[in-house]
């Protein structure tokens, strides 16, 4: 017999249209997904998990992140990109061993876990061997996290003879083991996209084959796109030209975007995904959000740079709304001489974000980031008796505004509790923090004498 789970009595912030909120309700789960959810369900046979005082949210998803950087936690927190590209991607990534990756991958996930999140866009951009790829995809698979593993490059520094690595296609025959291996069929929690260079960061021969090799295998590509000028000016009005680009097309950050050609990008269906915290500490300008919401759509957000900040997505929604809200405010107050009349975004359109946005940037919002019957049973349970956020007037604005990881008590992916009381269910934590301080310390210090040596 199926073993079923009934939450009991939380308060409901679906994010569905059609289920709406329920202050007090209950959630049952069955074979992974959501069956029913309800003011009062009678499941007898299902065991029931008290949820009174606690606010159940669709689980976050982190719409872009570079879990590989997780053993390097805090090292480039003062360097702006140009720093950081010259350190970590020419400099550190190059030392990085498959197992570097794997246990990197792992601790960041489970720390994203911990946080509330059941959905990570892994952004792996350091995969100079099959066996790294696999280290860290075998990495996500462990932690139990639903994970969109997106496969890129390493950039580091050419050797002499070598091609740079804006000049180097996208790797066909890789992507193609893996989604023969690993990836293979569509239900299971992990779901492969490509990293690619994109216009910005490759010529135009590379990026107009990296566009075609995602269309061709039916995944979604995403490309970061600002720090510098573009490898290739002028390149996306080629794509757009070629035909190229549409739904399944992902950029990230595209501060620097002019409107007119943002507002193309917009009508063909291309997804934007915000990291706001990393995009004004590293100099990407002011995240890209407002401009979206002015053409009726809306961004996904992503934590980015374990090396830089370790975010929870509650917090990156947190930032990502008060930088849109300063924006609009002191637009505002420029063009009228006063604040506006009422607040520009709203705490709702923020959990949105870090929610059923980041599942339509994935193509996957008819399975998540929202709680409905039918889909995955992917849920967050914030606990919301705590002193901070009591009392509870509007449970959007505690997540939203003033909830943290540490008030994240449950998480369930795929129906399956992968953080319960309070505390992760994955065990080993301290072997594993061992390994991942080993690890770092090992390619901080391996770069150190290298520096030494040249
Ligand atoms: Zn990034």
Same mark, same amino acid.
């Given at each position: 017999?199926?073993?079923?789970?009934?939450? &009991?009595?939380?308060?409901?912030?679906?994010?569905?249209?059609?289920? +709406?909120?329920?202050?007090?309700?209950?959630?049952?789960?069955?074979?992974?997904?959501?069956?029913?959810?309800?003011?009062?369900?009678?499941?007898?046979?299902?065991?029931?998990?008290?949820?009174?005082?606690?606010?159940?949210?669709?689980?976050?998803?982190?719409?872009?992140?570079?879990?590989?950087?997780?053993?390097?936690?805090?090292?480039?927190?003062?360097?702006?990109?140009?720093?950081?590209?010259?350190?970590?991607?020419?400099?550190?990534?190059?030392?990085?061993?498959?197992?570097?990756?794997?246990?990197?991958?792992?601790?960041?996930?489970?720390?994203?876990? #911990?946080?509330?999140?059941?959905?990570?866009?892994?952004?792996?951009?350091?995969? !100079?061997?099959?066996?790294?790829?696999?280290?860290?995809?075998?990495?996500?698979?462990?932690?139990?996290?639903?994970?969109?593993?997106?496969?890129?490059?390493?950039? !580091?520094?050419?050797?002499?003879?070598?091609?740079?690595?804006?000049?180097?296609?996208?790797?066909?025959?890789?992507?193609?083991?893996?989604?023969?291996?690993?990836?293979?069929?569509?239900?299971?929690?992990?779901?492969?996209?490509?990293?690619?260079?994109?216009?910005?960061?490759?010529?135009?021969?590379?990026?107009?084959?990296?566009?075609?090799?995602?269309?061709?295998?039916?995944?979604?590509?995403?490309?970061?796109?600002?720090?510098?000028?573009?490898?290739?000016?002028?390149?996306?009005?080629?794509?757009?030209?070629?035909?190229?680009?549409?739904?399944?097309?992902?950029?990230?950050?595209?501060?620097?975007?002019?409107?007119?050609?943002?507002?193309?990008?917009?009508?063909?269906?291309?997804?934007?995904?915000?990291?706001?915290?990393?995009?004004?500490?590293?100099?990407? +300008?002011?995240?890209?959000?407002?401009?979206?919401?002015?053409?009726?759509?809306?961004?996904?957000?992503?934590? #980015?740079?374990?090396?830089?900040?370790?975010?929870?997505?509650?917090?990156?929604?947190?930032?990502?709304?008060?930088?849109?809200?300063?924006?609009?405010?002191?637009?505002?107050?420029?063009?009228?001489?006063?604040?506006?009349?009422?607040?520009?975004?709203?705490?709702?359109?923020?959990? &949105?974000?870090?929610?059923?946005?980041?599942?339509?940037?994935?193509?996957?919002?008819?399975?998540?980031?929202?709680?409905?019957?039918?889909?995955?049973?992917?849920?967050?349970?914030?606990?919301?008796?705590?002193?901070?956020?009591?009392?509870?007037?509007?449970?959007?604005?505690?997540?939203?505004?003033?909830?943290?990881?540490?008030?994240?008590?449950?998480?369930?992916?795929?129906?399956?509790?992968?953080?319960?009381?309070?505390?992760?269910?994955?065990?080993?934590?301290? #072997?594993?923090?061992?390994?991942?301080?080993?690890?770092?310390?090992?390619?901080?210090?391996?770069?150190?004498?290298?520096?030494?040596?040249?």
């Amino acid at each position: 017999m199926t073993r079923r789970i009934l939450l &009991s009595g939380a308060t409901i912030l679906s994010m569905d249209p059609a289920v +709406g909120d329920l202050p007090r309700g209950d959630i049952l789960v069955a074979d992974g997904k959501i069956v029913a959810i309800a003011p009062r369900i009678e499941a007898e046979d299902a065991e029931r998990v008290d949820a009174a005082g606690r606010i159940a949210v669709p689980g976050f998803v982190n719409a872009h992140m570079h879990s590989w950087q997780t053993g390097l936690r805090g090292l480039a927190a003062d360097w702006t990109l140009l720093e950081y590209f010259r350190w970590v991607h020419a400099g550190l990534a190059t030392l990085f061993r498959p197992e570097d990756i794997g246990i990197a991958t792992l601790v960041g996930a489970l720390g994203q876990i #911990d946080a509330g999140t059941t959905t990570l866009v892994d952004w792996c951009h350091n995969n !100079p061997t099959p066996a790294h790829t696999d280290a860290a995809v075998e990495a996500l698979a462990e932690s139990g996290i639903r994970a969109a593993f997106f496969h890129g490059s390493p950039k !580091p520094d050419p050797k002499p003879g070598e091609p740079h690595f804006s000049e180097v296609p996208h790797p066909r025959a890789e992507v193609e083991r893996l989604l023969r291996g690993r990836f293979a069929g569509d239900d299971g929690l992990l779901t492969l996209g490509l990293a690619i260079l994109g216009p910005h960061y490759a010529t135009m021969e590379v990026a107009r084959a990296d566009f075609r090799l995602a269309r061709e295998l039916g995944v979604v590509a995403s490309m970061h796109q600002g720090g510098g000028a573009a490898k290739t000016p002028g390149g996306w009005e080629k794509l757009i030209a070629e035909g190229l680009v549409g739904r399944g097309i992902n950029i990230v950050h595209g501060n620097d975007l002019p409107d007119d050609l943002l507002g193309q990008l917009v009508d063909l269906g291309v997804s934007f995904s915000v990291t706001p915290e990393n995009e004004m500490t590293q100099g990407h +300008g002011f995240p890209i959000t407002g401009r979206l919401l002015a053409r009726g759509v809306a961004p996904s957000l992503g934590v #980015d740079l374990e090396s830089v900040l370790a975010g929870d997505m509650m917090g990156v929604a947190r930032v990502a709304l008060g930088m849109q809200r300063a924006l609009d405010n002191a637009d505002s107050r420029q063009r009228t001489g006063a604040i506006p009349p009422t607040s520009t975004v709203s705490v709702r359109q923020a959990l &949105s974000w870090v929610t059923i946005e980041g599942a339509r940037m994935l193509g996957l919002d008819h399975r998540i980031g929202s709680l409905a019957p039918g889909k995955q049973a992917d849920i967050t349970l914030i606990d919301a008796r705590a002193l901070h956020l009591q009392p509870l007037h509007d449970p959007a604005a505690a997540v939203v505004m003033q909830a943290g990881r540490g008030d994240v008590e449950a998480v369930m992916v795929a129906g399956r509790f992968v953080k319960r009381d309070g505390r992760l269910l994955a065990g080993g934590l301290d #072997d594993e923090l061992e390994r991942l301080a080993a690890s770092g310390t090992r390619i901080v210090e391996e770069l150190r004498r290298r520096q030494q040596a040249a």
